[in-house]
């Protein structure tokens, strides 16, 4: 938009210029035709119209690769203070290398926040915070508190700081393997509840069939299901091997899955434990 009005602009100034100097020779000299008068303006009219096209060409080069409106110039700004952050950040990065001694590992790890870190305090109340949380990896924090424990060296925090650290290190298989069960733990009862899901939405799937299936997810961590049903007999069980109900069901995490007619006939499949 601002580049044609440019043009536009410039267009105008280049014919009235020309204009006035037609209008000016009529006008001194009125005696000479109008055709006369356009020859003897020609080269003066030409140079004109040079200038204004060379005004045009130097005014698009300016709009197109220097002038730059309120938000680009914003937009440059802000790029110019991140690309400044981050290379006070490297140079930060560096100097403690050099300084403390830290790996790069140490100091990559060092900047993983969880709160905004200004000074030492918060790096240290940022360290706990991690340790806390008990989402973590001993590996990681182990290599956190050692390159932690050279920064806060001499100050009011190294005892702690390397306090944690001996600690990590010593504890780090039993604190490995509580890991573990904890997660362990956390997946078996994701699963369960999955389990218990599938047994519900398996309730609706077959009402929408028109098969009054009464559905029970029990046993330990639900991996246990039983299907009941007035008709179920052999046949019906025998459809389920062959068309792959029961296997459909134990991919879904079912190990034990029972066909009942709620009164004396009852089967299972057995997969595993």
Do not use: C
């Not at 209008?23 to 000299?29: D, G, L, P, Q, V």
């Not at 109008?34 to 096209?53: A, D, F, H, W």
């Not at 369960?192 to 299936?213: A, H, P, W």
């Amino acid at each position: 938009m601002i580049t044609l009005t440019t043009i536009l602009v410039f267009l105008f100034i280049t014919f009235f210029v020309n204009f006035l100097i037609v209008r000016f020779r009529a006008n001194k000299f009125p005696d000479k035709t109008k055709n006369e008068n356009l020859r003897s303006t020609e080269k003066i009219r030409q140079t004109v119209l040079i200038s204004g096209l060379a005004m045009i060409f130097i005014s698009m080069l300016y709009i197109n690769f220097f002038y730059q409106t309120e938000s680009e110039i914003a937009a440059e700004k802000e790029w110019k203070e991140k690309s400044d952050k981050i290379s006070a950040e490297k140079l930060a990065r560096e100097n403690d290398i050099k300084r403390l001694g830290l790996t790069p590992t140490e100091v990559e790890i060092l900047l993983q926040h969880e709160i905004p870190v200004n000074n030492l305090a918060d790096e240290v109340k940022n360290a706990y915070l991690i340790l806390k949380s008990q989402k973590y990896f001993v590996d990681t924090e182990i290599i956190r508190f050692t390159g932690l424990a050279k920064k806060t060296k001499s100050s009011e925090f190294a005892k702690r700081i390397e306090k944690t650290k001996d600690s990590l290190i010593k504890n780090k298989d039993k604190i490995g393997k509580k890991q573990i069960a904890d997660l362990d733990k956390k997946t078996s009862l994701e699963e369960s509840q999955m389990r218990l899901k599938y047994g519900e939405n398996l309730r609706d799937l077959l009402l929408d069939k028109g098969l009054d299936i009464k559905v029970t997810v029990f046993g330990k961590d639900n991996k246990k299901i039983r299907l009941t049903y007035i008709l179920f007999n052999d046949v019906w069980f025998r459809k389920f091997e062959t068309l792959g109900y029961f296997d459909m069901i134990h991919e879904n995490g079912f190990n034990h899955i029972e066909l009942s007619d709620g009164y004396d006939y009852g089967r299972w499949m057995q997969y595993g434990k």
